[in-house]
């Protein structure tokens, strides 16, 4: 059964840093391309980065050059390192596959940065 679990969220102030965990179950690790999501309130989820399952990475402009994926392949983790946060990058992120899947979508991790 599939499952993924984030955590690191938290309270910080602009320019400082959080590291983002997303636990998965073997089969999901294994078998998907994994990705960070995010939706900031009042706007739609979008996407952050993504991982592929032969380790190749991509980030969207609006976090290139601070935020980077990386994954541990012993424990199958996915993790965002985030550098130089902004209020703009507060919201609830969230891990899935890329695609997402529907049933994989969970409570998220909420990540807010004060001015």
């Known amino acids: 059964q599939g499952r993924l679990v984030e955590s690191g969220g938290g309270l910080v102030q602009a320019g400082e840093s959080l590291r983002l965990s997303c636990k998965a179950s073997?089969?999901?690790?294994?078998?998907?391309?994994m990705s960070w999501y995010r939706q900031a309130p009042g706007k739609q989820r979008e996407l952050v980065a993504v991982?592929?399952?032969?380790?190749?990475?991509s980030h969207e402009d609006f976090v290139r050059g601070r935020f980077t994926i990386s994954r541990d392949v012993d424990n199958y983790t996915v993790y965002l390192q985030m550098d130089s946060l902004k209020p703009e990058d507060t919201g609830v992120y969230y891990c899935n596959t890329k695609p997402p899947r529907r049933d994989l979508w969970g409570q998220g991790t909420q990540v807010t940065v004060s001015s």
């Open positions: 073997r089969i999901i690790f294994v078998h998907n391309d």
């Open positions: 991982i592929t399952r032969n380790g190749r990475t």
